[in-house]
């Protein structure tokens, strides 16, 4: 065993939390789950399988995950991020194992590749493999970025001297279960999520520990480099853009029938909604900052001025 522990978030995981913990019993049994309130079996088969429970109110994806990495009962020296419909394959379970424990003092973090599967087919192209992230890092190095979409895992350091991190060769696996429906309508809440991130861009609603925009950078600070040039591109020209772009540019018509529903949902269906629901709100607001900040709040209860910062609550252990 090596000196790690997990931090996973649950809503209703009943589908994907067994064969998460499952593939995680050979190199870790130092489990934390921060439960937004299941109303499934979720809770009850983690807490079966030796994992520690807490639950606490859904706020954001950033607020709920550093809750988990300011309040993890396990003082381990390294931390984990894994997604409960993930799973680790068993050559990076070894690789964990044999690795952690050799590695200099002065890593920080570890990237590991992911892979998608969608339809019980993984998805090679369209620029979707290898996907590297930063999934492991030692303990007290680390904070979610505090964003509203697209989270990724900040290191402490400086720009004169970075982070120091290294790949692991191996993959984890993204395998979500549930059906269309499902995904559609949480592609749609998505939608509203990216919204506001794409207007904090333009309007910097709030101050938030991010990831720095640089385009020879690691990927999430490329991923956050394109994601503001992507942002400045006119509205509905540019998911037509980026799918032409992925699914021929990036060889995404290789991945077969199913690919293709991937990549037009995830890659064109899905930017195009954003863009639409961009136009919702400049149609009410005339691109007024104020404005945006009344609108949100009207429509959606969110206060952006608060953004992801200041918003605490507490858990209750179950």
Known sequence: MSGLSVIILTHNEEKHIARCLTSLRSVTSQVFIV????????????????????????????VQFNYGINHTPFKT???????????????????????????DADVTGIYVKRRVMFLDRWIRHGGYYPIWLLRLWRQGQGICEQTWMDEHIKLGGTTDAPPKTVEFTHDLVDHNLNNLTWWTQKHNNYATREVIDLLNIRYNFDETVRVTPRLFGTQEERKRYLKEKYASLPLFTRPI???????????????????????????????????????????????????????????HGRDLTVGVRD???TATSQ
């Open 35 to 62: 439960d937004s309130f299941s109303t499934d079996r979720t809770v009850e088969i983690a807490q079966a399988m030796g994992a520690v429970v807490v639950q606490n109110p859904w706020t954001t994806y950033a």
């Open 77 to 103: 020296t390294w931390l984990m991020r894994m997604d409960a419909d993930e799973y680790i394959l068993p050559n990076l379970a070894e690789e964990i194992n044999h690795r952690l424990p050799t590695l």
């Open 241 to 299: 853009i980026y799918f032409l772009f992925r699914y021929i540019g990036q060889f995404g018509f290789l991945d077969g029938r199913k690919g293709f529903v991937w990549h037009f949902l995830q890659g064109l269906w899905y930017r195009f909604l954003v863009d639409a629901k961009l136009m919702e709100v400049y149609h009410h607001t005339g691109h007024n900052k104020q404005a945006i900040i009344a609108y949100f709040k009207q429509e």
């Open 311 to 313: 918003a605490t609550k």
